[in-house]
T-cell receptor, first 116, second 112 residues
Framework: AQSVTQLDSQVPVFEEAPVELRCNYS??????LFWYVQYPNQGLQLLLK??????LVESINGFEAEFNKSQTSFHLRKPSVHISDTAEYFC??????????????FGKGTKLTVNP | NAGVTQTPKFQVLKTGQSMTLQCAQD?????MSWYRQDPGMGLRLIHY???????DQGEVPNGYNVSRSTTEDFPLRLLSAAPSQTSVYFC???????????FGEGSWLTVV
């Protein structure tokens, strides 16, 4: 079975500061890795994903995450945050095998609050 | 494309009542699933389907039923609502293995 640990439940930062949201996972099989973002009272939107290839993946709004297999981590980073980045962020994994990739296992979420 | 559509968005039930949360997608996705989101718990998988006529249980299936008679629709039934089922419910779909999983806007359910 897979499990995901998001090490911080809340992260407050000031606008234009860098931020790192930490995610570690546990799995006995290969996994796909995802970060989802949820704005207040909305559904989840995919921020970025790692399926294979380059271990550094980027989103269109300046976030990036690096897959580290030896440390079983997939931390999310942004060099300079904006007020509009205030949201809850979820790390998730799924198995890469057929019949497993449609089932996501989520972490408990990290609430990012960007203050002016 | 409307994407993944959930109805109703908000619902209040009395303990013991039954109801169905509707989910429809117009992207011809094979995979569909239901998650519940509770504070501090993240999202947990209730039931999922890999195609019409095929369903299976997720992590927290008790108290819920599903069916998948068509590719487009995947309703979630609460047989006898309990206060522990107060939650936000999300339906999701994806085309195939490794493809992006799309989520609906959520259904807020309160059981009193």
């Amino acid at each position: 079975a897979q499990s995901v640990t998001q090490l911080d439940s809340q992260v407050p930062v000031f606008e234009e500061a860098p931020v790192e949201l930490r995610c570690n996972y546990s799995s006995s099989v290969s996994v796909y890795l995802f970060w989802y973002v949820q704005y207040p009272n909305q559904g989840l939107q995919l921020l970025l994903k790692y399926l294979s290839g380059s271990t550094l993946v980027e989103s269109i709004n300046g976030f990036e995450a690096e897959f580290n297999k030896s440390q079983t981590s997939f931390h999310l980073r942004k060099p300079s945050v904006h007020i509009s980045d205030t949201a809850e962020y979820f790390c998730a994994v799924s198995k890469t095998t057929q019949g497993g990739s449609e089932k996501l296992v989520f972490g408990k979420g990290t609430k990012l609050t960007v203050n002016p | 494309n409307a994407g993944v559509t959930q109805t109703p968005k908000f619902q209040v039930l009395k303990t013991g009542q039954s109801m169905t949360l509707q989910c429809a997608q117009d992207m011809n996705h094979e995979y569909m699933s239901w998650y519940r989101q509770d504070p501090g718990m993240g999202l947990r998988l209730i039931h999922y389907s890999v195609g019409a006529g095929i369903t299976d249980q997720g992590e927290v299936p008790n108290g819920y039923n599903v069916s998948r008679s068509t590719t487009e629709d995947f309703p979630l039934r609460l047989l006898s609502a309990a206060p522990s089922q107060t939650s936000v419910y999300f339906c999701a779909s994806s085309y195939n293995s490794g493809n992006t999983i799309y989520f609906g806007e959520g259904s807020w359910l309160t059981v009193v």
